[in-house]
């Protein structure tokens, strides 16, 4: 592919919102001792669930190492329009890792290789080396065809974005402004560089994310369009939950906005689950933990939300939790299935997904329609 | 992937029967002037709907050069199980260009690559370069995740071989012996090729293909395994046709011959079309060529035959040529439905495809499943 010298935003493409047409979508077989407990056995039965419902609406492409890809093609080979293909990575986290796409409204697509360090490289990153992850992106889009633009060496993670396709970017300030992904550059030099490659018009900062959220608080899971001048917002009304304070200043920063557009948001809250998610000490004796990696201890809570759900074209695919969180598995499916009519809604036991430290939103990046508008 | 070091016949893989189970088939898009007329848009209409047919039983991988991928995905969008991915080729001939794909019965899957100099190198070759081409095989297997062995500097082509599963391989010597492939080997050394990179234990090497064949009478176009211990041989009862000393010929061969588990071979023959079909003027106007390149003349003969089929799970794919020859069209399609009956016949006009110079069965490459005997 020939090199790309502008920006996207010179060259008119954007991100367009997740909740529009898609081609398909990526994801990573699950492998990383230290990310999935047990042989990730638990880990792949969701997988294969999750990639059995966005099969029904659309591509998927799921990228296995060597070692697993035979396994890989075994679970999914009855399901028809997933492709297995090989390459090797660091972890399953396609939403970070994989390219993001980018149409320009005349049917051509580029896409964006970001820099990765594993959620904050030597400063608080999760591994110690991140190398094929880093590799993956271009990688993909060389593969798939798709004009690819470098924006190395400047740091971003898809999960930590959200766009809404008019020209707002999503985003906490926990995140980008940590100082594990670009220290050298101020919140006005970030903001630039995400129009620039975002080809947008206006950063939306809200301040924090999920409590305990070792992304440094990515949006994903916190707060997500679900169209344009609306949001979902991971709430709890128990002023007691450490969830409370950061929900609450987001959502005074979200009434108080505008969008790109000049638009007030509306603002649905999206309660948490009922009762803290947490690690056991069943889960822990699983793991097998690298020296320089983030290890788990038992009794931690994970940052479990219903926001990290992924919109296929047919389908919104929720995380449940099951447990005690039976009863707010179901409020969540029921408020989005109102939000969200013309969508099926799924909800898929997802706990064994956030033991390595993610959901479903994490493990899916999608590859938008060639737009023409 | 790591290096192999050792043979496929020492590692136990050998090559199955293209009549045997498949995971999936790779195709490449057709897009070189100087094989396509008219900027390949009748050919692409016939991989279309080889494509859609192949789709119904087997995955099917699609290479498209970045300059007409997006050509390649608008054409294919709507047929499920087909995946489009981008690779530079020379040309469209997967079959030629692809790995061979070796089992070993236990469930393992290895594949090999070999030198490929596009059909003489620089003795008789049909264009100037091959870079590309013979880069193709090595990156199909790399992306797809099977092992690749790398029988370089030997010379072969996919449609220069048929494997029956069980240790025969059947090859012209017009072919193999060119001395375009590999001229510094005997014949018996280049039988020792087959052994080691086929898991093979006898080749049935017949004296020549299809006349005019610029191959230099690849086997895939005169004769083919239906199953172990059968095949199918291109056939003429007119004396004054070119083809028919070359198929008697053939024929001795094979009724004098046993295959590798001592069995004496069934012939089945399978009448060439009534008419020679030939270049026209017309035809020759949409061509462009490059200096290099081996041109077509009107009036010359194509190397028309009924046995360039492919075999997919569920049905095999026999070229049509049309108009004078509609009625051997239909024999051709008959006999191969009295020796295939649990597979459906599928004709596919293929004029279009035969003035690039191959055949349904030369654009196509089956990758078997990973049988367990």
Redesign the interface.
């Known amino acids: 592919?020939e090199n790309i010298l502008n920006t996207p935003l010179h060259d008119g493409f954007y991100m367009p919102g997740e909740f529009e047409s898609h081609?398909g979508c990526i994801l990573i077989w699950p492998a990383r001792p230290g990310s999935w407990p047990y042989g990730a056995r638990a880990a792949r039965k969701a997988f294969v669930q999750i990639i059995r419902c966005i099969a029904e609406s659309e591509?998927v492409?799921v990228a296995?190492g060597?070692d697993v890809?035979?396994n890989a093609?075994e679970a999914l080979?009855d399901i028809?329009?997933v492709?297995?293909?090989?390459a090797e990575t660091d972890d399953a986290w396609a939403r970070d890792v994989a390219p993001t796409f980018l149409v320009n409204g005349k049917?051509d697509r580029r896409c964006v290789n970001w820099e990765f360090n594993a959620w904050g490289g030597t400063y608080n990153g999760l591994y110690p080396s991140w190398e094929r992850d880093n590799a993956f992106a271009k990688a993909f889009a060389?593969?798939?065809?798709v004009p690819c633009y470098d924006a190395s060496p400047f740091v971003l993670e898809g999960g930590s974005i959200h766009s809404d396709g008019e020209g707002t970017i999503l985003a906490t300030e926990a995140c980008l402004l940590s100082p594990g992904r670009n220290p050298g550059l101020s919140k006005e030099e970030i903001e630039g560089r995400l129009f620039q490659y975002l080809g947008a018009k206006k950063v939306l900062f809200i301040p924090r994310g999920i409590y305990g959220d070792e992304t440094d608080e990515h949006v994903d899971n916190v707060c997500a369009f679900i169209k344009p001048g609306e949001v979902v917002l991971a709430w709890t009304d128990d002023k007691n939950d450490p969830q409370y304070e950061l929900s609450l200043e987001s959502l005074r920063v979200l009434e108080r906005e505008r969008d790109a557009m000049g638009r007030k948001l509306t603002v649905h809250k999206l309660p948490i689950p009922d009762v803290p998610v947490c690690i056991t000490q069943e889960d822990l004796k699983g793991f097998v933990f690298e020296p320089g990696e983030d290890v788990r201890e038992a009794g931690e809570r994970l940052a479990a939300s219903y926001v990290n759900f992924y919109f296929s074209n047919g389908a919104v695919i929720v995380p449940a939790f099951g447990g005690d969180n039976r009863d707010s598995d179901r409020r969540a499916a029921e408020i989005l299935r109102k939000l969200c009519p013309e969508r099926r809604v799924v909800s898929v036991p997802a706990r064994d997904i956030l033991l390595g430290g993610g959901n479903i939103h994490c493990i899916t990046q999608q590859i938008p329609n060639?737009a023409i508008i």
């Open positions: 592919m081609e591509k492409y296995a060597a890809i035979e093609r080979f028809p329009g492709t297995v293909f090989a049917g060389d593969d798939y065809g060639r």
